[in-house]
């Protein structure tokens, strides 16, 4: 018999890539074209580039080269992963998932930009939340909670009261630094120490319940 843990919250805050969307083949593909033309391990540079925007990961990968160059190097990142939509599918329960979201608070956070992050979610063939805290709406990527607090409080809900949905040990280390409980989903997130560690969205069922929150029952 399959021991099932329970979550009670007010507001669900979603990354995206990992999460709801397997873009791992789009990313690698990218990123170790990136590696190559600066000489770097791929290995290495996949280590470092989930969760984060383009321009963090390239601060860690390249820590001596100016800023405005990461800048404009992530803005050609950008183009090319938008125009890569090659091997972009849904991450399993994904759809049924969000769709028992309806009518309840939650919001999608991303490192993507308004584009990437549309354009990835059709690929997968999934409605984009209603509140979306994309690259353009913060000041600082993630492992930094900005992006998190910023979900939290575009939907009227207090920080320790969300839940977290995350792939990625930048991802994750923001929910906690957010003060928010994290449920980690799929293996990269196992490295990471989530509150909760699922396969992927097919192990969670969401319960209405009557005083506008909801109950996250995780198998």
């Not at 990968?61 to 990461?70: F, K, S």
């Not at 600082?140 to 939907?155: Q, V």
């Not at 995350?166 to 799929?186: F, L, P, Q």
């Amino acid at each position: 018999m399959t021991a099932t843990t329970v979550l009670t919250a007010r507001a669900l805050l979603l990354d995206m890539d990992g999460t709801l969307v397997n873009s791992d083949t789009v990313v690698e593909r990218c990123w170790r074209r990136w590696a190559d033309r600066h000489g770097l391990d791929g290995d290495e540079v996949m280590k470092v580039v989930h969760g984060r925007q383009g321009f963090a990961s390239m601060a860690v990968l390249l820590p001596h080269r100016p800023m405005e160059q990461n800048h404009a190097d992530n803005a050609r990142m950008l183009a090319e992963e938008t125009a890569d939509m090659d091997g972009v599918v849904a991450v399993p329960g994904a759809a049924e998932f969000l769709a028992s979201l309806d009518g309840l608070p939650h919001a999608l956070v991303t490192s993507a930009d308004v584009g990437l992050s549309s354009a990835r979610m059709a690929a997968a063939g999934l409605e984009l939340p209603d509140v979306r805290v994309t690259a353009e709406s913060v000041g600082a990527s993630k492992p930094d909670p900005e992006g998190f607090l910023k979900g939290a409080a575009e939907l009227g809900v207090a920080p320790e009261d969300c839940v977290v949905f995350e792939d990625s040990g930048a991802g994750i280390s923001a929910g906690r630094a957010a003060g928010m409980r994290v449920v980690g989903v799929g293996p990269r997130a196992g490295f990471h120490r989530p509150d909760v560690l699922v396969r992927d969205l097919t192990q969670i069922r969401v319960e209405r319940v009557g005083d506008g929150s909801l109950r996250l029952h995780v198998s």
